[in-house]
């Protein structure tokens, strides 16, 4: 079950504002309502004062929840004010709850990254993101990460994070600072596996802005094709399921009218959060009904010497969520060298599984490996040039020879293999 943190407190009763955030939460909670496998929870607490002040000046805090201040609406509105609270108490809530059950959850809100240590603009008062990240540091936990997808520079999170001196122990990246730097979405899209990989992997609990305003049609955005964006999203979600990153996520921007079509756009990105995350006994109905289905689902390896145990382990929760094992593993060559190495070092056999030379035969001395065998398990390895180090994907093809496209992003919960996408391991 993905937990969605969601009180109706967190939305101001009234707003003067361009911004939808004041009534967004409640449709993308009416239209999350409607997901299997998503429950909304209002039972969290606001953040207090205190807290609160713990990432801004305690001035401003006071004097923005005295209506004292102009709030990051551009305006003085007690209906604002009282909602404020909520929305980082929501953070809050979803980052708690993710780590502490090590899977994702969501909280239903936005307008934070640009508000600053003393600070509000751009429809963000408090940072809800920085509200958080202080005080999961406070509570003892080592490393927060950032990831900041929304169009624009979370420029209120940079100035916390300096004002603090928090460089070493929150991990902040921001798309609006980086996507100038590439030439295409693509690219970037390209990169965004290692940036993750890179920056997060040690990370307690990953904060994701999951922005609706980089949408290609966002009339403040303008980057990024629907289809992109939902890459964008199983690239995080299937990553940091992969690398065992709890992550808590929100809405953040997205002004298209009417509003509908910003609303889909956070529904696909709940789609990809519940495809990577959902537990297999939490899967009602049987994944599969179609003939000839095609399954994925990324992997990890974390210690190279037991990258036989993981690829058997994966294999089994495979099987578990899919009803299949599966058959053929997408990898690139730099990590299949690795398993090269791995495999043999003789610290690196364990009784898992059996390793297959290049025409099947076992392998002795130094081998390539190009399969691996266990009990009913029978995996084919395949190249991905583009995977980093370390992942792997798992594919279930009930035709493999049949020349059919494997589907571009993790369909392990989905029913069937018709959103298949257009590459073909080969
Ligand atoms: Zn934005």
């Known amino acids: 079950m993905i937990k969605v943190f969601y009180n109706p407190l967190q939305s101001a009763q009234k707003n003067e504002s361009f911004s939808p955030s004041a009534t967004k939460p409640a449709l993308v909670a009416e239209a999350f309502r409607k997901l299997r496998g998503v429950s909304i ?6 953040a207090t004062p205190e807290l609160l002040s713990q990432a801004h000046e305690a001035d401003y805090v006071k004097s923005i929840l005295a209506c004292k201040k102009t709030n ?5 509105l007690p209906e604002v004010a009282a909602s404020l609270p909520w929305t980082s108490g929501s953070m809050l809530a979803a980052a708690l709850y993710a780590i502490q059950n090590e899977t994702a959850a969501c909280s239903l809100t936005s307008g934070f990254h640009h508000a600053g240590y003393n600070y509000g603009h751009g429809f963000c008062t408090f940072n809800g993101l920085m509200v958080t990240a202080v005080e999961l540091l406070r509570r003892g936990y080592k490393k927060i ?6 169009a624009h520079l979370g420029d209120g999170t940079h100035d916390i994070i300096s004002t603090l001196n928090l460089h070493s122990k929150v991990v902040h990246y921001t798309f609006g600072a980086e996507f100038g730097t590439f030439k295409t979405e693509q690219e970037w899209l390209d990169s965004l596996t290692q940036v993750i990989v890179d920056k997060f992997s040690h990370v307690d609990v990953l904060l994701y802005q999951a922005g609706a305003d980089p949408h ?4 403040l955005g303008g980057y990024l094709s629907t289809k992109t964006m939902q890459e964008r999203d199983a690239i995080v979600f299937s990553t940091c399921e992969g690398l065992r990153i709890p992550v808590a996520w929100n809405l953040a921007g997205g002004y298209q009218k009417p509003i509908e079509r910003v609303i889909e756009l956070h529904l696909n990105t709940m789609k990809e959060c519940l495809r990577a995350f959902l537990k297999e006994e939490e899967i009602k109905t049987p994944p ?11 992997y990890a390896i974390r210690n190279w010497a037991k990258w ?16 299949f094992y599966p058959n053929i593993l997408l990898a690139s060559p730099t990590t299949q060298q690795q398993i090269d190495m791995a495999a043999n070092n003789p610290k690196g056999k364990a009784p898992s599984g059996k390793i297959q030379g290049p025409e099947g035969e076992p392998a002795e001395g130094f081998a390539s490996i190009s399969g691996f065998v266990a009990g009913d398990l029978n995996l084919e390895f395949c190249i991905k040039e583009e995977l980093p180090k370390g992942l792997f994907i798992l594919v279930y093809d009930s ?10 992003e993790d369909n392990l919960v989905e029913e069937g293999a018709e959103e298949a996408g257009k590459r073909k391991a080969s």
């Not at 990460?145 to 929304?150: E, K, M, S, V």
């Not at 382990?313 to 099987?319: C, G, N, R, T, V």
Request: no cysteine; hydrophobic share 25%; proline share 10%.
């Open 399 to 408: 035709d493999p020879d049949g020349g059919l496209p494997l589907p571009e």
């Open 145 to 150: 990460g950032i990831l900041d997808l929304d």
């Open 288 to 298: 599969l009904r179609g003939v000839a289905p095609i399954l994925r689902k990324t």
């Open 41 to 46: 929870d209002g039972n969290f607490s606001p």
């Open 308 to 323: 036989d145990k993981t690829i058997y382990e994966s294999a089994e929760d495979f099987k578990k969520k899919s009803g």
């Open 72 to 76: 990051g609406f551009g305006n003085r």
């Open 216 to 219: 290609e049609e966002d009339p």
